[in-house]
C-alpha cells in the first residue's frame, strides 16, 4: 500500500487550527503524521509560501514593510510554519554576494529605495545573511520555517522548458544541487525554526526519468540527512509534484530514521 510506503504527508494546509504543539522541535514521522519527537503528539503544521528563489535571491516584501511586521502579519494570521524558497545559485555562486551589488544589476531603484525605507541592514548583508535575519525574525515569532530548494538559477518557476526542471538540465547539475542542499542543511544545523528541508520544487519537463530520479533524490536527501539529522526532508515527486505511484512497487531504500516525508 502506498501509506505503507510514504511515512508522511507533508500538506501546506491553510484552512486549520494551529495544534499546541506547532512550536515543537524536532519534529519527525509515525505512520501518515508529523509527530513532536520528544513527546510523539501529533503537529499540525500551518504553512505559507514566502518566495525567495527569485533574481534578487532576498524573500520578496522587504521593500514593503519592516520585517518584524511582516512576519506579525503572518501570525496575526494564524500561520505558524513558513515555506521559504531559495535558489540553490545562492549557495554555490552567489553566497558571498552582497544584496546592494545585486540589485545594481537588476535596474530595480524603487526596490531599493523600499528595502533602504523599511529594512536598510538588508542592502549591506550578503544573500544567505539576508536569509539568517527572515529565519531568526520567524524563529523570534514562534513560526517556523520549512526551507524549501525552488530552483537552481535564480528565476521563477515553472516551464518545462525553463532548464531547471530535472538532473542534467542545464541548470539542474545533480552535484552542485547536492553541494547547495548540504551548505543549507549545515548552515542552519541546530536552528530550532528550520524543522524542515524540502529536497526540489515540481520536478518536471522532458528529461523526467525514474532512474534518476531514485538515484539522484535518494543522494540528495541523505545529504542533507547527514548534515543536518534533525530536519524533516520532504520528497517531491514527478510532473510538477504530481506522481508518486511508483513507489508502491519499489520504496525509496533509504534510512531517514523518522524524518522522510513525501511532498
Known amino acids: 500500500m502506498l501509506r505503507e510506503t510514504i511515512q508522511s504527508l ?17 519534529l519527525c514521522t509515525q505512520s501518515r503524521w508529523i509527530i513532536d519527537e520528544s513527546t510523539n503528539e501529533r503537529v499540525k503544521l500551518v504553512c505559507g509560501n514566502w518566495a525567495g528563489h527569485l533574481q534578487p535571491m532576498i524573500p520578496e516584501g522587504l521593500d514593503r514593510r519592516p520585517l518584524k511586521e511582516l512576519v506579525g502579519e503572518l501570525v496575526k494570521n494564524k500561520f505558524n510554519c513558513v515555506r521559504l524558497t531559495y535558489a540553490i545559485y545562492m549557495w554555490t555562486r552567489y553566497e558571498h554576494e552582497i544584496v546592494n551589488v545585486t540589485f545594481s544589476h537588476l535596474d530595480a531603484p524603487e526596490v531599493v529605495y523600499g528595502i533602504t525605507k523599511y529594512n536598510p541592514s538588508i542592502l549591506k ?14 524563529g523570534n515569532q514562534n513560526v517556523k520555517v520549512l526551507l524549501d530548494n525552488h530552483v537552481s538559477e535564480p528565476k521563477w518557476c515553472c516551464n518545462d522548458d ?3 526542471g530535472f538532473f542534467f538540465d542545464r541548470h539542474f547539475d545533480p552535484q552542485e ?18 524543522v524542515a ?19 539522484y533524490m535518494s543522494q540528495g536527501a541523505l545529504a542533507i540527512h547527514k548534515a543536518n539529522p534533525n530536519v524533516l526532508v520532504v520528497i517531491s515527486g514527478l510532473n510538477y509534484d504530481t506522481e508518486l505511484q511508483f513507489l508502491r512497487n519499489k520504496p525509496m531504500d533509504i534510512d531517514l530514521g523518522r524524518k522522510m516525508v513525501f511532498e
Open 162 to 164: 525553463d532548464e531547471n
Open 197 to 215: 528541508m524540502s529536497l526540489r520544487n515540481e520536478l518536471h519537463g522532458p528529461r523526467q526519468n525514474l532512474k534518476d530520479w531514485y538515484k
Open 177 to 194: 544541487w547536492i553541494e547547495g542542499l548540504t551548505l543549507a542543511a549545515e548552515h542552519f544545523k541546530g536552528h530550532h525554526a528550520i
Open 10 to 26: 507533508f500538506l501546506l494546509l491553510v484552512f486549520i487550527s494551529a495544534s499546541q504543539h506547532a512550536n515543537a522541535y524536532p
Open 125 to 138: 548583508m550578503t544573500h544567505i545573511e539576508a536569509f539568517d535575519a527572515v529565519v531568526n525574525e520567524l
